[in-house]
């Protein structure tokens, strides 16, 4: 069964430094979305892509966070730098459609096993 | 607005059927999901229904909906261990983005 690659599954920093995570989606999947969840909430979206163009980036501290899908199919997403703040569940997820498309079930989103990222 | 809201904890012994509830705020979602989300993992989709529906029934999963309400609820029947986990429900209006709940841990104890 297909499924969306992510990784590193854990990554301790210090506050301050860069970090990346890294994503593939499910192949011929063309939206790919970025999600941040604290210990104790529910996903948010931080980006979201359609192909390679984002389409929706506007949870995203732009001053530190940045995303790039440049041939549309995986993806990398970096802090730099990194804060206390930022310890959270990083989550990759793709659908078939997305933003303005067709699919059933209003275009499913199938999420990875997710980074866990400790800002110290 | 957008705010989906659960109940934090629910607790039952195996066998039992699980209820747990969620309420939604946009009256323009079209698809309403059920997720789960088993410690340290990803998010497994488990359902999800259509707003024109009232029941969906799959396996010993049941999704009623409320729209006059915006009430969610999804019922387990016959729960096992294995089903210990947070349970996520989520709301799509129209072809926005998905907003989830703070989700409901269920544990279950045999």
């Known amino acids: 069964e297909a499924e969306v690659a992510q990784s590193p599954r854990y990554k301790i920093t210090e506050k301050s430094q860069a970090v990346a995570f890294w994503c593939d989606p499910i192949s011929g999947h063309a939206t790919l979305y970025w999600y941040r969840q604290i210990l104790g909430q529910g996903p948010e979206l931080l980006v979201q892509f359609q192909d390679e163009s984002v389409v929706d980036d506007s949870q995203l501290p732009k001053d530190r966070f940045s995303a790039e899908r440049l041939k549309g199919v995986d993806s990398t997403l970096k802090i730099q730098p990194a804060e206390l703040g930022d310890s959270a569940m990083y989550l990759c997820?793709?659908?078939?459609?997305?933003?303005?498309?067709?699919?059933?079930?209003?275009?499913?989103?199938?999420f990875g096993a997710g980074t866990r990222l400790s800002v110290l | 607005g957008e705010d989906v809201e659960q109940s934090l904890f629910l607790s039952v012994r195996e066998g039992d059927s699980s209820v747990i509830n969620c309420t939604y705020t946009?009256?323009?979602?079209?698809?309403l999901y059920w997720y789960k989300q088993e410690p340290g993992a990803g998010l497994q989709l488990l359902t999800y229904i259509f707003s024109n529906m009232d029941m969906k029934q799959d396996q010993r999963l049941t999704v009623l909906l409320n729209k006059k309400d915006k009430h969610l609820s999804l019922r387990i029947a016959d729960t096992q261990t294995g089903d210990s986990a947070i349970y996520f429900c989520a709301e799509k209006p129209g072809f926005q983005k998905l907003v989830f709940g703070t989700g409901t841990r269920l544990l279950v104890s045999p």
């Open positions: 997820a793709s659908s078939l459609a997305g933003f303005g498309g067709p699919g059933g079930g209003g275009d499913i989103q199938y």
């Open positions: 946009d009256s323009s979602s079209t698809y």
